[in-house]
């Protein structure tokens, strides 16, 4: 698991979400609380008369996002259209029907991209997927502004988001070769250069069991 929590309101981030079905996006530009980036293995184990450690099977990986942002506004005009994108993302939420009076099934599930700089992409792309909760919360001790027609609008809110990755590309490894080398995280040249000075002589020898009764187990066990 990947976790990001900075000292609040240090740097303002771009947070970009579309809507799939319908073409509609949004941005924030927001002031980062937390991250989380986790990834789950799923392994379906057996256990086989006569064998001390069951057999296992892979299943496959699994990948959540938890975004949590603070958007602070200057202005009622700015606190307006603040409202109005979080509404927006909030539609998001929704499914899409084949026609207006939502007489008929469901055409499209409520798909959304989610991108967070380089922290939350594919190959510099948006990820594909779903949210699974999105709450919305003003921070009551920074006020509110109020129009003339008595409609309210917080200063400041706080975003949570949580998102289901559905990935669109193939992962995983072919000898010592990743499918997407960029994945998860793209990083700028030099910071390859220094990670593979830092490994030093390390190859994919030194990862590899050394013991044939070790080789034996693993090309066994796991299936």
Not at 18 to 35: D, E, M, Q, R
Not at 113 to 123: I, S, V
Not at 183 to 190: F, G
Not at 193 to 208: F, I, P, R, S, Y
Request: with cysteine; net charge negative; aromatic share 12%.
């Amino acid at each position: 698991m990947a976790n990001l929590t900075p000292t609040a309101y240090t740097e303002q981030f771009s947070i970009d979400i579309s809507h799939v079905a319908s073409g509609n996006k949004v941005s924030f530009g927001a002031f980062l609380s937390s991250f989380s980036d986790s990834y789950k293995t799923n392994i379906k184990s057996q256990t086989v008369y006569g064998r001390m450690d069951p057999v296992v099977n892979y299943q496959n990986t699994t990948r959540t996002i938890t975004l949590a942002f603070v958007v602070p506004s200057s202005s009622i005009e700015n606190a307006a259209e603040h409202l109005r994108r979080i509404s927006l993302l909030i539609k998001f939420q929704y499914p899409s029907y084949s026609d207006a009076k939502v007489t008929s099934g469901i055409a499209t599930p409520p798909i959304c991209r989610l991108k967070f700089e380089n922290l939350a992409t594919e190959g510099g792309s948006a990820l594909y997927g779903y949210f699974t909760g999105v709450d919305f919360s003003p921070v009551n001790e920074s006020g509110y502004f109020v129009s003339d027609d008595k409609h309210i609008y917080p200063k400041e809110f706080k975003i949570n988001l949580n998102f289901t990755v559905l990935h669109t590309k193939v992962l995983g490894w072919t000898k010592n070769r990743f499918a997407q080398a960029a994945y998860p995280y793209p990083v700028v040249n030099i910071t390859e250069q220094t990670a593979q000075a830092d490994l030093g002589n390390l190859n994919n020898e030194d990862l590899e069991p050394t013991d044939e009764i070790e080789k034996s187990n693993a090309d066994s066990v796991l299936v």
